[in-house]
């Protein structure tokens, strides 16, 4: 199954920039976080799910 992953994940690198996935997972990253906390009320791991967002939007892509 991880094999099927990988070749989905590179056929979007090839379609897409990795800047432009990278900017996805930090939305999906933010996504997360505010479900968690409206509709879970778990502020600890909303917060966990915000700092990946802010480490993956930190990262310099020149490729």
Known sequence: M???????????????????ILEMLERICHKKAENLRTHWQDETSAKL???????????NVDV
Do not use: F, G, P, V
């Not at 799910?49 to 480490?55: I, V």
């Open 2 to 20: 991880q094999k099927e992953y990988m070749e989905i994940l590179e056929k979007l690198l090839d379609k897409l920039t990795l800047s432009a």
């Open 49 to 59: 799910w915000d700092k990946a967002a802010r480490q993956i939007e930190q990262i």
